[in-house]
């Protein structure tokens, strides 16, 4: 959601905790620049789990904290995760694929019968570490378009309420529109 200012906000997740509605996820992003130029506030009181009984403000955080709104994040955490995976089987492939063919790539730098294997699994492992930037490179984001529009509106000054619910929980339209939002945007988590 596209709100002008935090107070609505605050309004709407105590409406939604009156309403007994669960929620997985709650951000609010402090704009990057206020309308005068000036940085943000953040707000005074920093109650940030939105299923205490009497919060009465939520913590704002930067937008280039939040993944599913800084797309380079998310890739930085996506190649981490991927190279977990593709080191460890890299190194194996390598040390198979060198067992296997009897390659004797490296005997010319005085490796021994133990370092020819050795030295394939580790080229192997680079590979691993080289696929997972490729891959995490070609992923691309179903939501780039609303991701920049609101990044935009972030730097214009306005802030953005970030809300998830449980799978197969409906959003609180009725109460969303109460506030009377700039804007709502649906994203989808990848």
Known sequence: MVLSESGKANQ????IQNAGIALVRCDLIQPR?????????K?????????????????????????LLTPNLSKKLRQRKMSMLL??????AGLT??????????SDFGVGALGEPLSGGLVGMA??????????ASVSSKNEEDITSLRKLSEQGEWLLLLETPFEVELP????????????????DQ
Do not use: C, Y
């Open 43 to 67: 707000p005074q009181e920093t109650s940030t789990d939105p299923t205490t009984n009497n919060p009465s403000s939520i913590a704002s955080v930067e937008i280039d904290t939040v993944e």
């Open 173 to 188: 339209w009725k109460l969303l529109k109460e506030i009377e939002p700039l804007d709502i945007v649906r994203l989808i």
């Open 127 to 136: 590979s691993g570490w080289m696929g997972s930037h490729v891959a995490a």
């Open 87 to 92: 080191m460890p089987f890299g190194f194996i």
């Open 12 to 15: 709407l997740i105590q409406s």
């Open 33 to 41: 620049v206020n309308q005068d130029g000036s940085r943000a506030q």
């Open 97 to 106: 694929f060198t067992q296997m063919t009897g390659l004797t790539t490296f």
